[in-house]
């Protein structure tokens, strides 16, 4: 059964501190992994990464994608309490039109 | 705004009632997602459709559910019967049908059955 796990489930840090998110996946005919933020309201698009070793950057906000380990990270730089939030990640499938496979999320909590 | 929304974004109703939402994707996307979230969990899949074609229903999807497209554009989900285990936010993406696969969501209603 495919899955999708997040570590850590919660992360509590000081405003500036830099954070390091992952995204652990077992997805059959993976096509793509998904990182989204979630405040009081709908997830919030962040990233698609579907390249191994190739890194995207939003910002303070950069991912990466590691194919054979079967992994993701999220990073933040530099972090302000805005940056507090849910952060889930998601994998599809090649074979899939719609379907996403949800981690549960990792809430961080940055503290001024 | 351009992204997708939602109407209403909160609705409180009493047990038994029958509930409908709306959904307004973003005007190009032809993709269209409902999904349903409850606290500490990600988004759990209902139904989606390409333009008014309904392609895929979840099993968890009740037969108190029903969602439709009419013309490939809005779509609205009615919840027929609600129970309080119904109560959860109810979320709407959209999507392009290309190698693009990001879903974009709207702000969701957050349903409460009393």
């Known amino acids: 059964e495919d899955k999708v796990v997040q570590s850590p489930l919660s992360l509590v840090v000081h405003e500036g501190d830099t954070v390091t998110l992952n995204c652990s996946y077992e997805v059959t005919n993976f096509r793509s992994l998904l990182w989204y933020k979630q405040e009081k309201k709908a997830p919030t698009f962040l990233f698609m990464l579907?390249?191994s070793g190739i890194e995207k950057k939003s910002g303070r906000l950069s991912s990466i994608l590691d194919k054979k380990e079967l992994f993701s990270i999220l990073n933040i730089t530099a972090t302000q309490t805005g940056d507090s939030a849910i952060y889930l990640c998601a994998g599809t499938r090649m074979d899939s039109n719609y379907q996403l496979i949800w981690g549960a999320g990792t809430k961080l909590i940055i503290k001024p | 705004d351009t992204g997708v929304s939602q109407d209403p974004r909160h609705k409180i109703t009493k047990r038994g009632q029958n509930v409908t939402f709306r959904c307004d994707p973003i005007?190009?996307?032809?993709?269209l997602y409902w999904y349903r979230q409850t606290l500490g969990q990600g988004p759990e899949f209902l139904t989606y459709?390409?333009?008014?074609?309904?392609?895929?229903k979840s099993r968890l999807l009740s037969d108190r559910f029903s969602a439709e497209r009419p013309k490939g554009s809005f779509s609205t989900l009615e919840i027929q019967r609600t129970e309080q285990g119904d109560s959860a936010m109810y979320l709407c993406?959209?999507?392009?049908?290309?190698?693009?696969?990001?879903?974009?969501f709207g702000p969701g209603t957050r349903l409460t059955v009393l």
């Open positions: 005007s190009e996307h032809n993709r």
């Open positions: 993406a959209s999507s392009l049908d290309t190698g693009q696969w990001a879903q974009y």
């Open positions: 579907t390249s």
């Open positions: 459709f390409q333009n008014e074609a309904q392609l895929e």
